[in-house]
């Protein structure tokens, strides 16, 4: 059984997060100082306690009082990070005559094809009374064309335009990139085009940044000199220094098929590459406790100059200081060190940044090394094999089975597919990652002499062809991926508390957690019905929002038909960002049946004449810019709305000559000056009007 009083950092920890997630979920605006008061009268009465009452009975009231002090200091620690709370941040700035607006690169840019994205941390703006100090960070995007001098990190650059506060997602279930920048402390964003911003100086720069990003630019250079190049090169990059800005969309989607895109990103896995290596190295230091020390020390070092190299992105510095923790939970030598080491690293990265909670790169990291730490033994003592080769495969495929067990329910909830083949692809990813993580850090590490770092960059260049080979293999396979598996969180939490059961189940016999697992198994499966049930039950029309397109949806049960332009139809990034999970949640194909605007639609469920669609004894006409040419009614017609849809003229009375209506509706392939007009109109006719830009998504239930 998992005693928490073993574990001191998991009682720690669990609370805390806790309280960030409180504060996170409910939007409490509870005064900083009455938090501050909790935390401090907590401390005082564990004092107490400690010093003046140290009877054993009373030891629920020492736990009670420390976990309400550290939910307190969760939702404390959060509340610091809200903006509102700063008088000088730039989003409580209401001065609408600013001129210009003063700031520096905070981040190395990313530079694309065509534009470059900027991190900027605002230092001042400037208006007609003068310069005042502000905080705050925007994300930029400029136009690389006509750039003699493309910014670098640390610079001060000046621009005019007034960032925007980032908008929210417009259609339901769609990614929510404004929350996402929010838990990185960016509110706003600017795009800039050439002239509205210029270079003016440097300003400060962390020394271990520089080092790091030039480092990272001329590890880049090594390998490409040393004949790593194209699909190669990019993914060498991506396992060697976390660096997967070119990585082809094509190559990401194969690796996320296979199950191995664990791979790719520069985590635990790799940083426990370069510790098991340089331990195994240093062992000779582990026969006395003062070299033992000197062993930590060198291992220490060794594993921060790796996350140096990669960049100091947050998945190594989060893989650097779990693996940093275990290092010395280890020299320690405590028992259970390292689910407390681990419970240590987290609890130290919600001390820095509570945030980081909520990210899904932590709670995968987290989930996975817990997974392989509480599972792996258990499922590996299930089968004994005599052959060696036998059993190093099935130790493999054990540690592959804990860790996917454990982070299933975050996949399932966050991407809504499973990897079938996450076996076998782990069966060669594994062993080689290995190969091409020591063997790609020889070339590093050699580069400055001669031959050899050639020998390496080539048999590098073979193993990461090798591998993209299998991966690309294992993709096409039959079902090698189920799509559009939604899950709740709710539903999630279930599958993580049965996984929990199960791990006692395999450690403690099933006389005390068969019948709790049993009912946890039965929560999850009614959830997941009645839910099913609600799907196919459900009717409903949706107008979506997506820039410069027009998109119905009329889904019936778990079917769905789809109005949509011709450029939609193959574009299959905005149906992926935009629509897909809440295809998923809905529990629909992600391949609708398409139809156009010029179809004519003859379904048992939708009925398409002209620019007219019934649906659900609800009808909704289409009104383009040429729709007079298009549409001539013997009479007005009755419909319940009226969708405008491209650039069309704003002409009220002209479309109310056509029509009688309930509701008008913009979508995004309209212009937001045209739209403008179209409400203006809208209000001066007193017609009742519905702005997908403004509001979001129009979905209308039967």
Partial sequence: MIYLHKYPFVRLVIPYGTGIWIANKFQTDVPWMVLFAVVLAGMLSLFAIAFWFRSYSLRWVYGFLLSVMLIAAG?????????????????????????????????????????????????????????????????????????????????????????????????????????F???????????????????TGKGYTNPLYIVAYLMRDHLLEVMKANGLEGDVLYVASAILLGYDDHLPPYLRKGYTAAGGMHVLCVSGLHV?????????????????????????????????FYALLTGLSPSVQRAAIMISFVLFGQLLMRKGYLINSLSASAFLLLCIDPYTLFHIGFQLSYGAVLGIVLLQKPVYNLFYFKNKIANTIWEITTVAIAAQAVTTPFVLHYFHQFPTYFMLS???????????????????????????????????????????????????LPYAVFRELYITRT?????????????????????????????????????????????FQQAKMVVYGLNRYTAIDFIYGKEHIMLADSNLMKDEFALGFNLEKYWSQSGISSKPLWFGKDDILNHSHIKKEGRVISFNGKTIALWEKDSRKKIVPPKKLKVDYVLITGNVPERMQELLLYYEFDQLVLDLSLPVWNAEKWKAEASASNVNLYDIRQSGALIVNF
């Fill in 426 to 476: 782990n069966l060669f990813l594994v062993p080689l990652s290995f190969v091409i993580i020591v063997s790609g850090m020889g070339l590093l590490l050699t580069s400055f002499l001669p031959f050899l770092p050639w020998v390496f960059g080539k048999f590098t260049s073979a193993m990461i062809f090798i591998m993209n080979y299998l991966i690309l293999w294992i993709e096409q």
């Fill in 491 to 535: 539903e999630s939490l279930i599958l993580i508390v049965s996984l929990i059961l199960i791990i006692q189940l395999f450690n403690h016999g099933i006389r005390n957690y068969l019948l709790p697992l049993f009912i946890t198994l039965l929560l999850f499966f009614s959830s997941v019905t009645f839910r099913n049930v609600q799907q």
């Fill in 75 to 179: 939702m404390m620690n959060i509340q610091s990070y809200n903006p509102q709370y700063k008088p000088d941040h730039f989003i409580n700035d209401s001065t609408s005559s600013t001129h210009y607006f003063v700031a520096r690169i905070a981040e190395n840019p990313e530079r694309k094809e065509r534009t470059t994205k900027l991190l900027l941390e605002l230092q001042a703006i400037a208006d007609s009374s003068g310069m005042k100090a502000v905080e705050g960070m925007v994300l930029a995007y400029v136009n690389n064309e006509n750039q003699t001098a493309l910014p670098s990190y640390g610079d001060i650059i000046v621009f005019s335009k007034r960032p925007d506060t980032t908008a929210s997602p417009l259609n339901p279930a769609q990614f929510d990139f404004a929350s």
């Fill in 181 to 199: 920048l929010a838990r990185k402390g960016i509110f706003h964003q600017v795009f800039l085009k050439d002239g509205e911003w210029h270079i």
């Fill in 272 to 304: 426990g590459v370069i510790f098991l290596i340089f331990s195994f190295m240093l062992k000779f230091l582990d026969s006395r406790k003062k070299t033992r020390y000197i062993k930590t020390i060198f291992l220490f070092v060794i594993i921060w």
